[in-house]
């Protein structure tokens, strides 16, 4: 690490540093919805891009708002990069600290505080909505971006800080996706974005910490029942679609893969399992369904979340059938909500749900929407590395657990643009795994203080050790 040119703040102006931005940021109301949900516009992020503007310019950064449409303004700051070559003489990748502004909307009768007043409890605990999903991140990002520009850090290469909006709902095409088309001069080779960080003490003593290094993609489909109408008096006449759907539904089930191999969650498992193990070259003892169940056990979060890994998930959601009580109807539908693995194509989802839904019953499939593909990074790199000495150096006795997001993240038009390497990681400690699940787009967000000034330290040492 590099010694910094002018004294460092000290830790705990630091902490009251970022716990102010924090309650800052979350004050703006930033909910993205539809006009219609909302009674007013989506985002309004420009506010908040506008206080993190000049929070970042009074400590000396280059900044600039880049807004597709005024009130939905994207701020990116940058801490120019010298270009010198590190110790082993070659020249170092340039970094980007990423979040979003946009939060879920908040419903306030359901909230303990109100989820846009920032309340710090006597716990430490600071309430809102975005106090996990992300303003959180983006304010640890933006006070060690401030830190380092204030104690006159150089970076060997650019580091970036990438704060959009409209990331929850992505409709109007205002955030990442635009931003990066609009401006090719922002392609950072490594990205720390939304995604990661969650802290699992395991079953059998160890204890990691989860690395989102990839998305899984959606698919939807409508499975439309062919009948025959009828009148509803006499069940027999014509041939009731809502019986045939009902058939259907229940070959789906509740929707759970089919196993897919996959190196990424062949990769995954086995660092759980602690031993090597690829699908493709044989697999593990008692073969993939066993070793699932294996590491389900480890923690309840992995017991969600890893069944869904498998594959193809195909949750029914949308149901429609007859217009009129007393009408059998021709057709019924439901839509099918499919999450895919990086790498599925459209053809793989068509015939993973033909196959669950048999061929002996009359039904046909509609594409309500385009394939919006999945995607991850390697595991193997040296932001990696970098992260795993750092939490180290901390004395943090976590190991780094990779992770596939079964959600979306701006990180997926990241690696589109050409980031190869885009993770999601900030470091809980003081928030389990249960507290930042149960706040996620839900009441009662919250996350401890602590937590945010162990990301300021993190991010800071990160940056120190990539670029320094
Ligand atoms: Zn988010």
């Given amino acids: 690490m590099t010694s910094p040119a002018v004294p460092q703040t000290s830790p705990e102006a630091l902490h009251r540093e970022v716990l102010e931005v924090a309650r800052a940021l979350i004050r703006f109301d930033t909910s993205n919805a539809p006009e219609s949900a909302l009674g007013r516009p989506p985002g309004e ?37 010298t270009g010198a070559a590190g110790a082993d003489g070659q020249p170092a990748p340039s970094l980007a600290f990423v979040g979003h502004l946009d939060v879920v909307p908040a419903d306030a009768r359901d909230w303990t505080h109100p989820p846009f007043a920032a309340v710090v409890d006597e716990a430490g605990w600071l309430w809102g909505r975005g106090a996990i ?22 970076p060997r290469a650019d580091l970036w800080f990438i704060a959009v909006a409209d990331e929850e709902d992505g409709m109007y095409d205002v955030g990442m996706r635009w931003l990066l088309e609009a401006r090719p001069d922002i ?13 699992l003490p395991l079953a059998d003593g160890r204890v990691v910490q989860t690395v989102g290094i990839g998305e899984k993609g959606t698919y939807p489909v409508r499975v439309v029942a062919h009948g025959e109408a009828g009148h509803a008096s006499t069940p027999d006449v014509g041939n009731n679609a809502v019986p045939i759907l009902g058939e259907l539904l229940r070959r789906v089930g509740r929707g759970m893969p089919t196993h897919v191999p996959s190196p990424l969650v062949d990769r995954i498992l086995a660092e759980l399992l602690g031993e090597p193990f690829s699908d493709l070259d044989g697999g593990f003892d008692g073969g993939f369904d066993e070793a699932v169940a294996r590491a389900a056990r480890l ?74 593909a ?7 790199s040296d932001l990696m590395a970098a992260m795993a000495r750092v939490l180290s150096a901390s004395g943090d006795d976590a190991t ?21 390497t885009a993770y999601g990681f900030s470091p809980f400690r003081a928030t389990s795994a249960e507290v930042i699940t149960a706040g996620f787009h839900n009441a009662d967000e919250r996350v401890h203080i602590d937590d945010l000034a162990l990301a300021v330290d993190f991010h800071l040492a990160l940056a120190r050790e990539l670029l320094g």
């Fill in 400 to 420: 780094l657990l990779p992770m596939l997001g079964t959600g979306f993240t701006d990180s997926v038009y990241l690696r589109e643009a050409g980031t190869p």
């Fill in 45 to 81: 992020e420009t506010p908040a891009a506008e206080y993190l503007r000049d929070y970042l310019a009074a400590a000396g950064v280059d900044c600039e708002l880049v807004a597709r449409d005024p009130r939905r303004a994207n701020l990116v700051a940058r801490i120019p990069g």
């Fill in 299 to 372: 923690h309840p979060v992995l017991a969600h979340t890893l069944p869904a890994l498998a594959g193809t998930t195909m949750a029914p959601t949308l149901l429609a059938g007859s217009g009129k009580r007393n009408v059998m109807p021709a057709r019924a539908s439901v839509e099918l909500d499919c999450r895919i693995l990086p790498g599925t194509s459209a053809a793989d989802v068509e015939r993973a749900v033909r196959a669950r839904l048999g061929d002996d019953l009359p039904y046909d499939l509609e594409w309500p929407e385009h394939l919006v």
């Fill in 374 to 380: 999945g995607s991850a990074s390697t595991p193997d």
């Fill in 133 to 154: 999903d992300m303003k959180n991140e983006v304010a640890a990002r933006a006070v060690a971006l401030a830190e380092l520009a204030r104690t006159g850090f150089r």
């Fill in 187 to 199: 392609r950072p080779d490594l990205a720390i974005n939304e995604g990661g960080g969650e802290r």
